[in-house]
């Protein structure tokens, strides 16, 4: 009844003001553009009047419209093109070809200028996606890597302009590219106009922000608040000019209290302005923090899901072709939410990091062991049709070791002395280890820590030549699974190159505290030149990753949109996972995560001779007395005839 009650309350305000705004849409579009607006803003009136009713207890439903239809108006023709294109085909997302490349614009080319001017070294790996890291203008000094934005509309300006940005997103259209960029939704800059205004008392932006007076109600709050940086900041509050102001993360990053409609108002302009200037897909980052509740850790709450999802509706309708990214690194059970995976679907992002099965990846690589990667991507929920995962190796920041209990348990390993294994061996410290990382975070305390150090490196791939061939195939072998595991896949700057770790960041002030850098380095364009000769590292990975690319655009298996699962086989060193799409046949991959030869009943994978070789690191797989042979850490992947 409650939900037929939403229904009629919506259908009332609609009907209201349906008159009036189909005089505006069709005078300020055109009729046939004016007539697309209405019809997206009819689908998708049940999410954003049920959400913001739910979220504020009333829906301005006529000023977050016309919020929208200013942001239609004022698009540029070649958007709304790109907008149509992606109506006929709304789950373009999940094409085949879908490959993206991660990189900070400066350390890839200098500038947003530089960056356009090396598309041809994208388009020639196969990149359709590119994600450039935090590139909206910081504040001054200290700013998390470029995540305390003072200024939404504005580009850090050694990278270049919003112009620069406007126009490298044009030249990625043409190539049938798009364009990912980091919105913080959780935080600003204290130096952030907003902010600035909420500090000298301007009664428009009196609710932006949230502080308390003394020490009674932050202290309340952190009794369940779990904190972000407990050896750098601890705390979740920072005292200024006698208030104490509610900083999640750094004492400089203010967090925006997501409770005022007129926060929620401010966001959604800023969204539909980046938009219209070629932004394809919002990374929304630190998304699961924005509600506060007390007596709660303050993470994914309802509320952030209907903010998003009612975010995601309104964008829809003045730029159908701008999708969502969820940044939510946290517990797999809490990440299909972000996904729209409700009692009912309800979208919100269209896109999520797969980071259990990075975590994964590395921990079987560590082990030789693929059970406990069986057990706990056999767990996890499955994600809508509409939405799909990014999946990847290695990303930006330090890997922490998501591992359950309850699944290290059920492969008869204990979590926490997994997890200490892991930060030992990837920290080159356990005996045997070719890995080359660094702890990240130490806490002499607890013993707990994560890893930082470049993917190449962590495959323990060195200067010296002897490294090469046994490191290529583990960095192969973990791209190998990420790119058939359906999604996706994310190529981090660097990684098709090899790229080591980097110390050229401890010679940076800035930067000498924070050892991730090691695994951000600049791009070595010299290595890169040398991608075309197979007698070098670099034309080793560059030719595998090149290789795992071009077969996957020919596999509808791996579109998003399908089902993933994980297959039993009788051999804990393989890690083995079916593909099915509606539109295509069943996919198999098989991974040996041993350094030595293994075998598997080739019943388990359905190899009746109904199944053949699409790709493989050693040739068509073979199958002898009922049992397929993969060499050590070899894959292959297997198509329907």
Request: charged content about 25%.
């Amino acid at each position: 009844m409650a939900g037929s009650s939403v229904r009629s309350r919506a259908a009332t305000a609609f009907e209201a003001l349906l008159p009036f705004l189909t005089a505006d849409a069709t005078d300020r579009l055109g009729r046939s553009e004016g007539l697309a607006f209405l019809a997206r803003f009819e689908t998708s009136l049940l999410d954003i009047y049920e959400s913001l009713e739910l979220v504020y207890g009333s829906v301005p439903l006529n000023d977050l419209v016309r919020t929208a239809l200013d942001a239609a108006a004022e698009r540029p023709a070649g958007l709304r093109e790109l907008d149509r294109r992606r109506e006929i085909d709304p789950r373009w997302y999940q094409r085949a070809r879908q490959v993206g490349y991660v990189c900070y614009a400066d350390r890839f080319a200098g500038s947003l200028r530089a960056v356009a001017d090396n598309l041809d070294y994208l388009d020639e790996l196969g990149v359709t996606y590119l994600h450039l890291m935090p590139l909206l203008r910081p504040r001054d000094g200290e700013n998390d890597g470029g995540y305390a934005v003072a200024d939404y509309r504005a580009v850090d300006p050694r990278l270049g302009t919003m112009d620069d940005l406007s126009a490298l997103a044009d030249r990625l259209h043409e190539r049938d590219m798009s364009l990912c960029v980091d919105l913080v939704l959780n935080h600003t800059a204290k130096e952030h106009p907003w902010a600035e205004a909420w500090r000298a008392g301007d009664p428009a932006y009196g609710d932006f922000y949230l502080s308390f007076p003394d020490r009674e109600m932050p202290d309340a709050y952190e009794r369940t608040i779990v904190p972000v940086f407990p050896d750098r900041a601890p705390g979740s509050f920072t005292l200024f000019d006698g208030e104490w102001v509610w900083t999640t993360f750094w004492s400089y990053q203010w967090d925006l209290n997501w409770a005022s409609p007129n926060v929620f108002r401010a966001m959604l302009e800023t969204i539909l302005w980046l938009a219209n200037r070629g932004v394809d897909v919002f990374r929304l980052d630190a998304v699961p923090f924005l509600w506060k509740r007390l007596g709660t850790t303050c993470l994914n709450e309802p509320e952030v899901h209907r903010i998003v999802q009612a975010l995601h509706a309104l964008v829809r309708i003045a730029a159908p072709g701008v999708i969502f990214k969820a940044e939510a690194i946290v517990a797999p059970d809490d990440l299909v939410p972000y996904l729209g995976g409700h009692d009912r679907y309800r979208p919100e992002c269209e896109l999520a990091y797969h980071n259990q099965l990075m975590v994964m990846l590395w921990s079987s690589l560590a082990t030789k062991d693929a059970r406990l990667m069986t057990q706990s991507l056999a767990r996890m929920k499955p994600i809508p049709a509409e939405a799909t995962w990014v999946s990847y190796v290695r990303g930006h920041d330090d890997i922490g070791w998501a591992i359950s209990a309850e699944d290290a348990s059920a492969v008869g390993w204990d979590w926490w002395n997994h997890r200490n294994f892991l930060n030992s061996f990837f920290s080159g410290k356990f005996p045997s280890s070719y890995a080359r990382g660094a702890l990240f975070q130490e806490n002499p305390d607890t013993g707990d820590a994560r890893i930082s150090g470049s993917a190449a490196s962590l495959c323990g791939i060195t200067e010296d030549p002897a490294s090469w061939p046994m490191g290529v195939r583990r960095l192969l072998l973990l791209h190998a699974v990420a790119f058939a595991y359906g999604g996706i896949p994310l190529i981090y700057m660097g990684d098709e190159l090899g790229l080591r770790n980097d110390d050229a960041y401890l010679r940076d002030e800035a930067l000498r505290d924070d050892n991730r850098w090691m695994h951000r380095p600049h791009m070595d364009w010299a290595a890169a030149a040398r991608r075309h000769d197979p007698a070098t590292l670099e034309g080793r990975v560059f030719a595998g990753l090149r290789e795992l690319i071009v077969a996957r655009k020919d596999l509808l298996a791996l579109r998003g949109g399908g089902e993933t699962a994980t297959v039993g086989v009788d051999n804990g060193h393989v890690f083995a996972w079916r593909r099915r799409h509606p539109r295509s046949g069943t996919f198999v991959g098989l991974a040996n995560f041993s350094e030595q030869p293994q075998t598997v009943e080739a019943a388990a994978i359905g190899h009746y001779g109904w199944l053949e070789t699409a790709l493989s690191s050693d040739g068509p797989l073979a199958v002898r007395e009922g049992r397929a042979l993969l060499p050590g850490l070899g894959f292959v992947w297997l198509i329907e005839r």
